[in-house]
């Protein structure tokens, strides 16, 4: 874990414990049946989201949102600026290929059909990936200026076709 991973952890965490401190108002919680909180001063029906509210600081802790993230790491030494590159493994591993902005719809070579992992868009326009060939199928776009190390298991080794003129 890097360093800057383990600093956004523990604001993630501080702001965790913000907010029970704000729902729950003190220490001081009694449990009702059903399985209800309440803090002193709260009506007993009133429901806390205290599920909803973990649920937010879990995916701030893990990393915010699936957004992919700017495009600075990659892999610069494959994909040089201007370029956008899909990769077979994650964390930029296996060149599968690039393309520059402006490039209509393509297939991948059979090699490289189904096997992309991560991407990177080092480019001002977005680009879009297909799950079947001729743009078939479900489409995900690859913003400009991002890239994304390991694409969501749902998606992963799907991209049978592209194209770096614009998203979907």
Same mark, same amino acid.
């Given at each position: 874990?890097?360093?800057?991973?383990?600093?956004?952890?523990?604001?993630?965490?501080?702001?965790?414990?913000?907010?029970?401190?704000?729902?729950?108002?003190?220490?001081?919680?009694?449990?009702?049946?059903?399985?209800?909180?309440?803090?002193?001063?709260?009506?007993?029906?009133?429901?806390?989201?205290?599920?909803?509210?973990?649920?937010?600081?879990?995916?701030?802790?893990?990393?915010?949102?699936?957004?992919?993230?700017?495009?600075?790491?990659?892999?610069?030494?494959? =994909?040089?600026?201007?370029?956008? =590159?899909?990769?077979?493994?994650?964390? %930029?591993?296996?060149?599968?290929?690039?393309?520059?902005?402006?490039?209509?719809?393509?297939?991948?070579?059979?090699?490289?059909?189904?096997?992309?992992?991560? %991407?990177?868009?080092?480019?001002?326009?977005?680009?879009?990936?297909?799950?079947?060939?001729?743009?078939?199928?479900?489409?995900?776009?690859?913003?400009?200026?991002?890239?994304?190390?390991?694409?969501?298991?749902?998606?992963?080794?799907?991209?049978?076709?592209?194209?770096?003129?614009?998203? =979907?």
């Amino acid at each position: 874990m890097s360093v800057g991973s383990r600093s956004a952890r523990r604001d993630a965490l501080k702001f965790i414990d913000r907010l029970r401190s704000a729902t729950y108002g003190s220490a001081h919680a009694s449990r009702l049946s059903g399985g209800r909180v309440r803090a002193a001063g709260r009506e007993e029906g009133e429901r806390v989201g205290v599920k909803k509210l973990l649920l937010a600081g879990a995916v701030i802790a893990a990393g915010g949102l699936a957004f992919p993230a700017a495009a600075s790491a990659g892999n610069p030494s494959l =994909c040089g600026s201007d370029l956008v =590159c899909i990769y077979d493994g994650n964390s %930029w591993v296996g060149f599968l290929g690039s393309r520059g902005p402006g490039g209509g719809l393509a297939n991948v070579s059979a090699s490289a059909n189904d096997h992309m992992d991560s %991407w990177e868009n080092r480019t001002n326009t977005n680009a879009a990936w297909y799950y079947d060939h001729d743009g078939g199928g479900h489409c995900r776009t690859m913003a400009k200026l991002t890239e994304d190390d390991n694409v969501n298991v749902l998606n992963s080794d799907e991209l049978s076709s592209w194209r770096t003129d614009r998203g =979907c």
